[in-house]
């Protein structure tokens, strides 16, 4: 894999392939053991009279399938329908309830004087308000409305460069992983073994 | 009918949990917990349609000796012996798919550690190779903006390293105050705006005005 | 001045490979999400408390996500806290809970399966998952991560919903960890911690400063910190953690510390060379 820093090569084709391979069968192993086995087919098999509206739920999956066949293809879409809406409908609520309404009770901050902490809440609304205002394209961008999307952008900066930092951390985290199985599993018993 | 049906499903699908939320009685919450049985059944399979799109189009690809046919071989074979002991372990056989109660692996534990594991691991460990590359090229001063996040990025860099704290303690509690006070306000703002975008798509689909996910154009 | 991108990939390939042969022992300093995610468990859960650790992560993570929960899983039980495990991420969160449970509960030898502890396995259809769990946990896990029947575990029998729990703990990469916090703890006001990679992790803050979060491991860096944070309250545990061989995130903010320090003077350098040949010009002219 690592060869790939050089040059790509047949050698890394041929790992990325198997390991593209490898995932796949990992989720054919998970979903047949640990949601189709004990969750559909052990409850049908062991009380239908409780269980028998999971025939639903296997017929909506299986109809899925339909769209590889040609003549029956449009009736995939039902269950299409299913899973689209009802994740659509979690997520809508999930949206509003979860993340609108605590986030933005959260913004509505005390600017009355109370020390430095006054200056921190005056920090968060006014970064809050004109990251905002960045994102409202429904108005032109120009005189105050600019000069407070331009402030929203320096936030956006502020934020991103953060975030930089954290993903360098990510990734090198990542790197630090491979390389301390690489030293202290395969090159300190090789040297080990030579000398 | 063929329209019409799929529009009315993803309607019911997506009111039902929205009325579950807002209303808390016995029957429209038993509807609503029985949907959430049923979709964590439906997902499993929606998985697994990925796998059979992948097999589809690499057994094309062999079939017409597409440029790149070997890999593709390669492919289906890991994709077969792996799936082979997920199956397997289905029925009870080789163990399972985690660890014998000996805590010796089963074939689809050992694969995933020494074969799985180790190639997804270090295929991830070359993007820092790639970001120090990229950094070094591209991360210019070139304007206010540039400077601003530049000098953000370097900050919260040596904040977090211990490095930071021994040369000065007012490393880390910069990267702290940036990390909790204007990343924080501009995370929200994002959230706030992109959350009342999802709010909005997601009441479009439901109501059937957005259908494109169905392959169907506005006008249809 | 362009250099060959090949002697950067030296440069970072040795700044990795040495902190880790020549362990240097930096300290590590502790931040407010992770002093308060640990005194969440340490002085509001008791013993014999039930706490939730969903394992969202795979392999493409678990150099970050691992120490965290192994950490987490030592924390809970030398506090006698019951863990109830499962996964909720499809590219290797089982395998990943599975592996990381057996190795921690072998320094445990005290604690019995199924009285103690739990793995609960993996599910599909993550919010659905969540959402059902608020009902019954029992109809969404019939059994656990080997097919064992839920009403053959003593530690599930009095566990139906997230009431019966005092706490979740997600080590999430992607979107998962937020779910916990905009979904569960949201609608069913359970407490949850939260473990992001450090990718995902500034935009965890927004969740923590609304009170969604009871704490926050951000990446590596918060892994260490916890890891310091038990070290210092269980001497049992910083016996673990002195193990020669073994990988931790404090020896890992090491190497990261050289690594980084690596690329921000390759950054300083790039800078430095593109003021210098941005003025030649006005220069000449």
Same mark, same amino acid.
Not at chain 2, 87 to 114: C, E, H, M, N, Q
Not at chain 3, 161 to 169: E, I, Q
């Given at each position: ?28 192993? =998970? ?13 049908? =098999? ?144 090789? =040297?080990?073994?030579?000398? | ?220 | ?285």
């Amino acid at each position: 894999m690592l060869s790939f820093l050089y040059k790509d090569n047949p050698f890394f084709r041929l790992a990325e392939s198997f390991f593209a391979g490898l995932s796949l069968g990992y989720y054919i192993g =998970i979903v047949m053991n640990q949601t189709l086995k004990p969750n559909l087919v052990l409850p049908l =098999i062991h009380d239908f009279q409780a269980n028998w509206h999971l025939v639903f739920a296997a017929g909506l999956g299986v109809i899925l399938y339909f769209r590889y066949i040609k003549r029956v293809a449009w009736v995939s879409r039902w269950a299409l329908a299913v899973y689209v809406g009802y994740y659509v409908g979690v997520n809508m609520m999930q949206k509003l309830h979860g993340e609108v309404i605590p986030q933005v009770g959260d913004t509505m901050l005390s600017l009355s004087y109370h020390g430095i902490g006054t200056l921190w809440n005056l920090v968060m609304v006014i970064g809050v308000l004109s990251v905002l205002i960045y994102f409202y394209f429904s108005t032109e961008h120009k005189g105050v409305i600019g000069g407070i999307s331009r402030i929203g952008i320096w936030f956006l900066m502020i934020s991103f460069g953060a975030a930089f930092g954290y993903t360098v951390m990510g990734r090198v985290s990542l790197l630090i992983g491979r390389m301390v199985f690489l030293v202290n599993e395969w090159a300190r018993p090789l =040297i080990g073994l030579i000398t | 009918m063929k329209r019409q049906i799929p529009l009315l499903l993803t309607f019911l699908a997506g009111a039902i949990p929205t009325i579950a939320f807002f209303v808390p009685q016995k029957h429209v919450g038993l509807v609503s917990t029985t949907l959430d049985s049923w979709l964590i059944i439906v997902a499993g399979f929606a998985l697994l349609l990925g796998v059979v799109n992948v097999v589809q189009m690499n057994t094309n690809k062999i079939k017409r000796q597409a440029s790149g046919w070997p890999y593709a071989i390669v492919l289906l074979a890991g994709l077969a012996i792996m799936g082979f002991f997920g199956v397997a372990g289905a029925f009870d056989k080789f163990g399972g798919i985690a660890t014998r109660p000996d805590g010796s692996s089963t074939p689809f534990d050992w694969l995933y550690k020494y074969g799985f594991l180790p190639l997804q691991g270090t295929m991830f460990a070359l993007l820092a190779f790639f970001m120090a590359s990229a950094s070094y090229r591209a991360f210019r001063a070139r304007n206010t903006e540039a400077t601003i996040l530049l000098i953000a990025a370097l900050l919260v860099m040596f904040g977090r390293i211990p490095f930071g704290e021994m040369v000065s303690k007012w490393f880390p509690l910069a990267t702290e105050w940036i990390m909790g006070k204007p990343n924080m306000a501009a995370q929200r703002g994002i959230m706030i705006g992109a959350a009342l975008g999802a709010a909005s798509m997601a009441l479009r689909v439901i109501l059937g005005i957005e259908r494109s996910y169905l392959g169907l154009g506005k006008g249809e | 001045m362009q250099i060959d991108r090949r002697i950067i990939y030296l440069f970072v390939a040795i700044g990795t490979i040495l902190p880790i042969i020549f362990v240097i022992g930096l300290p590590v300093s502790i931040t407010p999400p992770v002093q308060m995610a640990f005194d969440r468990i340490e002085n509001q859960l008791q013993k014999g408390d039930i706490a939730l650790v969903s394992f969202d992560y795979g392999p493409s993570s678990a150099p970050e996500n691992a120490p965290m929960a192994d950490a987490i899983l030592r924390h809970c039980f030398s506090k006698g806290i019951k863990v109830v495990v499962i996964a909720l991420y499809p590219l290797g969160g089982l395998s990943e809970a599975v592996n990381e449970v057996n190795k921690v509960v072998a320094e445990f030898p005290e604690l019995k399966y199924g009285v103690d502890y739990v793995n609960l396995g993996y599910k599909d259809g993550a919010q659905a998952a969540m959402k059902k769990m608020a009902e019954n946990i029992h109809e969404v896990f019939p059994t656990d991560v080997n097919g064992t029947p839920l009403d053959e575990l003593p530690i599930m029998k009095n566990i139906r919903t997230y009431r019966d729990m005092k706490l979740v703990v997600s080590l999430a990469t992607g979107i998962i960890g937020e779910w916990w916090a905009n979904l569960v703890n949201a609608q069913f006001g359970i407490p949850v911690i939260v473990g992001p990679t450090a990718v995902s992790a500034p935009k965890y803050y927004a969740y923590l400063e609304a009170k969604q979060m009871a704490g926050l491991l951000g990446g590596l860096k918060g892994a260490s910190e916890y890891e310091r944070l038990v070290v210092n309250s269980y001497p049992k545990l910083a016996e673990v953690y002195a193990t020669p061989g073994l990988y931790t995130a404090t020896k890992g903010m090491d190497v990261q510390s050289i690594v980084h320090l690596i690329m921000i003077a390759f950054i300083v350098f790039g800078n430095i060379v593109y003021f210098t040949s941005k003025r030649k010009p006005r220069k000449a002219s």
